[in-house]
Antibody, heavy 119, light 106 residues
Framework: QVQLVQSGSELKKPGASVKLSCKAS????????INWVRQAPGQGLEWMGW????????SYAQGFTGRFVFSLDTSVSTAYLQISSLKAEDTAIYYC????????????WGQGSLVTVSS | DIQMTQSPSSLSASVGDRVTITCRAS??????LNWYQQKPGQAPKLLIY???NLQSGVPSRFSGSGAGTDFTLTISSLQPEDFATYYC?????????FGQGTKVEV
């Protein structure tokens, strides 16, 4: 069965970095793009961007350029989100979700990774 | 960017009620509209895609309609497990914006 399993919760200090993982199973990893979605505490869903699992090319939404990096390791069917220079406002749950092609929905989601940034 | 506006932001309903949630896009987007359900502590789950197509495994009491800029999610008879927050999302163009969510409460 299709699964996207994300790494666990992280507690970081301001200025630190974090790298989250999203391991896919149950389907051909390179057949679906991976999207990243942020949800701040008590807030709605915010699309961060996506990465093409065939080419490794990332695309970032406005507001998620510079400190946010999407990457892949196709040998282990895993996508990564790295956030540098963490700020308190980066405190959120980060979800990965797969996408078959532009125009399609996000049909499977990871369980989310909570990042807490606090001194 | 396409802005998605959901209404209402929250609603109170009872088991058995018919519930309707509306999503309006700031520009034409054909039928590239999806609906997700999110329960507390869980990831969002796809309910409806392409405005009116029921995702596999989703109960038939959920339905979607609309095209262009105006879309609707309907729950024909609300069940206890349906109390959750619902989000619309457009897949017409990047950025893939979400509505602000509608919380369905008792």
């Amino acid at each position: 069965q299709v699964q996207l399993v994300q790494s666990g919760s992280e507690l970081k200090k301001p200025g630190a970095s974090v790298k989250l993982s999203c391991k896919a199973s149950g389907y051909t990893f390179t057949s679906y793009a991976i999207n990243w979605v942020r949800q701040a505490p008590g807030q709605g869903l915010e699309w961060m961007g996506w990465i093409d699992t065939n080419t490794g090319d990332p695309s970032y939404a406005q507001g998620f350029t510079g400190r946010f990096v999407f990457s892949l390791d196709t040998s282990v069917s895993t996508a990564y989100l790295q956030i540098s220079s963490l700020k308190a406002e980066d405190t959120a749950i980060y979800y990965c979700a797969r996408l078959y092609s532009p125009g399609n929905p996000f049909d499977f989601w990871g369980q989310g990774s909570l990042v807490t940034v606090s001194s | 960017d396409i802005q998605m506006t959901q209404s209402p932001s929250s609603l109170s309903a009872s088991v058995g009620d018919r519930v309707t949630i509306t999503c309006r896009a700031s520009q034409f987007m054909s039928k590239f509209l999806n609906w997700y359900q999110q329960k507390p502590g869980q990831a969002p789950k796809l309910l409806i895609y392409a405005a009116s197509n029921l995702q596999s495994g989703v109960p038939s009491r959920f339905s979607g309609s609309g095209a262009g800029t105006d879309f609707t999610l309907t729950i024909s008879s609300l069940q206890p497990e349906d109390f959750a927050t619902y989000y619309c999302q457009q897949s017409y163009s990047a950025p893939r914006t979400f509505g602000q969510g509608t919380k369905v409460e008792v």
